[in-house]
């Protein structure tokens, strides 16, 4: 069988390996090929890329990857949808040598090996925002992507500072690279179909602004401004920063009557720097 999965296929393989998509899991298979081929193709996958797929489910990103990548590696929790991967991807036609499974919590992820180049993924929804950074931070080779996440979430991590949906994850996501929303995804593609919206997320990787200890000291200030979003920086940041506060935020240039919301990642930096 050639091709990539349709949605009575994908239904007849959960039946036969008994799984019962969860909520828990957040496990809303996308039972249509022409949109597997469209995630595949805006995130540039190219012959000689290494792809890492995060929460392959029954297959059907994952088989679209094969039909581009050199290799797929995928990472996935659930361990019945993860033991019939290989045969799905023979079934259909690809060499399952080019396909490495890792039945794994991906909010544990490492360094891998080959080092993947671009991560496409339909994540997890309610991981989705810490196995990203998690994937960033760990795997420095990745150059680029596509991920599909809740619309809500889109925005947070595409959010520019003033806007409502502006937050930690908004300004951590700059460290890694360039985050651009790459447009929406109807309900309808899903089985089961959720009671969310989703939209796809491209992320360019730039080089990093500074070392390891710098951005550890820069996250924990875009916690602390973040946690009491609605203070003014001299106080949020007086847990981190002491009662020098004020001076420290004034001598990197910036207003401490500000909020953590007005502020970008360099702004972070250079607080960081004058601490
Ligand atoms: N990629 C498939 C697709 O598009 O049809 C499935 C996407 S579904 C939204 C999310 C998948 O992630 C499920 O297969 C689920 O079992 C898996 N998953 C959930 N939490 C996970 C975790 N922490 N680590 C790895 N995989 C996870």
């Known amino acids: ?11 007849e393989i959960a039946a036969r ?15 249509d090929a022409n949109t597997c081929r469209r995630i595949v193709k805006s995130a ?5 890329d290494i792809a890492l797929e995060i929460g392959p489910g029954l297959g059907s990103l994952t088989l679209a990857l094969l039909e581009t990548a050199s290799s797929v590696t995928v990472i996935e929790i659930d361990s019945r949808l993860a033991q019939e991967l290989p045969a799905t991807a023979e079934k259909h036609g690809f060499d399952p040598s080019a396909l490495t499974v890792i039945n794994a919590d991906a909010m544990n992820l490492e360094a891998l090996s080959p080092a993947p180049t671009v991560l496409v993924a339909n994540l997890p929804y309610n991981v989705s925002v810490p196995v990203l950074l998690r994937a960033f931070e760990k795997l420095p080779s990745l150059q680029k992507g596509v991920v599909m996440v809740q619309s809500e979430v889109a925005d947070r991590l595409v959010a520019k500072p003033g806007s409502k949906s502006y ?3 908004s300004v951590k996501a700059t460290w890694w690279g360039t985050l651009t929303s790459a447009g929406n995804v109807g309900r309808s593609i899903f089985w089961p179909i959720p009671n969310v919206d989703s939209s796809l997320v491209r992320f360019d990787r730039n080089p990093v602004p500074g070392d390891e200890q710098l951005r550890l000291k820069v996250f924990a200030l875009i916690d602390g401004a973040f946690a009491q979003r609605r203070k003014m920086l001299r106080s949020a940041l007086s847990g981190i920063l002491g009662s020098e506060a004020s001076a420290i935020i004034e001598r990197a240039g910036i207003d401490p009557t500000m909020r953590g919301e007005a502020l970008i ?3 972070y930096i250079n607080i960081a720097k004058a601490y």
């Open 1 to 11: 069988m050639s091709g990539l999965l349709g949605a009575s296929e994908i239904r």
């Open 17 to 31: 390996i008994g799984v019962n998509p969860t909520k828990k899991l957040g496990q809303n298979f996308v039972v």
């Open 44 to 48: 540039d996958v190219e012959k000689n």
């Open 167 to 169: 937050g930690s994850p």
């Open 265 to 267: 990642l360099t702004d």
